[in-house]
């Protein structure tokens, strides 16, 4: 039962992390010149697992939930830049 609780809290923090990231880049960065940088996703990512990285000393917070944070954030800045490319 604990393993499954652990599980859902990896799954609803990378999707979570990959929409607060995609929905954030659409409307406030979108006239931002920097956020269509190749390197914007890296740091995104990067930034949001170093800020998520002091929750893993909680008990059912994980290093692995707070990497996949980052990566889903790196994911949705990815594809936020994409659709600001396609011009949505």
């Given at each position: 039962m604990f393993v499954m609780i652990r599980i859902g809290?990896?799954?609803v923090a990378?999707?979570?992390g990959f929409a607060v990231a995609r929905r954030y880049?659409?409307?406030r960065l979108r006239f931002v010149d920097a956020v269509r940088s190749p390197f914007a996703p890296w740091i995104a990512?990067?930034?949001m697992a170093l800020v998520a990285s002091p929750l893993a000393l909680l008990p059912l917070?994980?290093?692995v939930t707070t990497t996949l944070f980052g990566?889903?954030?790196g994911?949705?800045?990815a594809s936020a830049q994409k659709a600001?490319?396609?011009g949505e």
């Open positions: 809290l990896v799954i990378a999707i979570f880049v659409r409307t990512g990067g930034l917070i994980t290093g990566i889903g954030a994911l949705g800045t600001l490319k396609r």
